[in-house]
């Protein structure tokens, strides 16, 4: 069974400021895809970034990219010039892409971005 | 374009009692999932739809809980009798079908069990 670790509980970040949100997961597949969500305090969770296993070129939207290491299983978030709403629950996710299609979840990172 | 939604937004209810959880997916979203976060732990699959049919139920807890999706638009989650370690935020979820099937989050009924 796959598992998505984060081991940061709590990031803090000064706005305007970059930030690294840490995942890892353990599955013995080879084809997967990775995703990162955010949930602020409204709770509608949303999708941020996604990253395909096969793809060797990490996911960049905006302000978010992803540090993608297939043979380390690490998936990391990188919020570059931080923003007041950026502040949010954020999960990290993995999906099987051979044997269902159901997420598997990290426990969250909780980011406080201070003025 | 709606997003998803769920009712109620919050449930405060008795041990013993019955609860009813509604998703309505985004329109023309064949597949529906549910999913639950117990006491700031993470998230975990409950079950899968496509359309009516029950793809993968292997992540509900026991037979308290009972999901039903007719006419494939949809669902409700009903738990009967909850109990106090039912208390958590159900999420549903609904993509397309096709590549990468990305899943669009509902913003989550928060249930109370005392």
């Known amino acids: 069974a796959q598992t998505v670790t984060q081991s940061q509980p709590e990031m803090s970040v000064q706005e305007a400021e970059t930030v690294t949100l840490s995942c890892t997961y353990d599955t013995s597949e080879s084809d997967y895809y990775l995703f990162w969500y955010k949930q602020p305090p409204s709770r509608q969770m949303i999708l941020v970034i996604r990253?395909?296993?096969?793809?060797?070129q990490n996911a960049t939207e905006n302000r978010f990219s992803v540090n993608f290491q297939k043979a380390a299983k690490s998936f990391s978030l990188k919020i570059s010039d931080s923003q007041l709403g950026d502040a949010a629950m954020y999960f990290c996710a993995y999906r099987s892409a051979t044997s269902g299609s159901r997420l598997t979840f990290g426990e969250g990172t909780q980011l406080t971005v201070n003025p | 374009e709606a997003g998803v939604t769920q009712f109620p937004s919050h449930s405060v209810i008795e041990k013993g009692q019955t609860v009813t959880l509604r998703c309505d997916p985004i329109?023309?979203?064949?597949?529906l999932y549910w999913y639950r976060r117990v006491m700031g732990k993470e998230i975990k699959f409950l079950l899968h739809f496509v359309k009516e049919s029950k793809q993968d139920e292997s992540g509900m807890p026991n037979n308290r809980f009972l999901a039903e999706r007719t006419g494939g638009t949809y669902s409700t989650l009903k738990v009967q009798p909850a109990e106090l370690e039912d208390s958590g935020v159900y999420f549903c979820?609904?993509?397309?079908?096709?590549?990468?099937?990305?899943?669009?989050f509902g913003p989550g009924t928060r249930l109370l069990v005392l």
């Open positions: 979820a609904s993509s397309q079908v096709g590549y990468l099937e990305t899943q669009y």
């Open positions: 329109s023309g979203h064949d597949n």
């Open positions: 990253q395909e296993a096969y793809k060797q």
